[in-house]
């Protein structure tokens, strides 16, 4: 069982910067794969960023390549997603998650919200 917790989600203005983090149960974070969805209102899921179990590999939707990166800490069990020059199509309840095997474990969300 794992259980993912993200926060760090806000209110900015376009042009500027968050953090948002995900912090894992279990002692198993560091052997898997991470990543980010996000959900803007009407619209369907999609991917955002994914990390590899190391750093050592990430993926990038071609609509935040270049502003966000993905990171994480495997001591402190944790994923990052650093959102660099927001943009108001940015706005969106953003996931994290992971996968064991076929199943896929998903955060309670965090909201971003960038006003124009």
């Known amino acids: 069982q794992v259980q993912l917790v993200e926060s760090g989600g806000g209110l900015v203005q376009a042009g500027g910067s968050l953090r948002l983090s995900c912090a894992a149960s279990g002692r198993t974070f560091s052997s898997y794969a991470m990543g980010w969805f996000r959900q803007a209102p009407g619209k369907e899921r999609e991917f955002v960023a994914a990390i590899n179990w190391s750093g050592g590999n990430t993926y990038y939707a071609d609509s935040v390549k270049g502003r966000f990166t993905i990171s994480r800490d495997n001591a402190q069990n944790t994923g990052y997603l650093q959102m660099n020059s927001l943009k108001p199509e940015d706005t969106a309840v953003y996931y994290c998650?992971?996968?064991?095997?076929?199943?896929?474990?998903w955060g309670q969300g965090t909201q971003v919200t960038v006003s124009s």
């Open positions: 998650y992971t996968v064991r095997g076929t199943y896929v474990y």
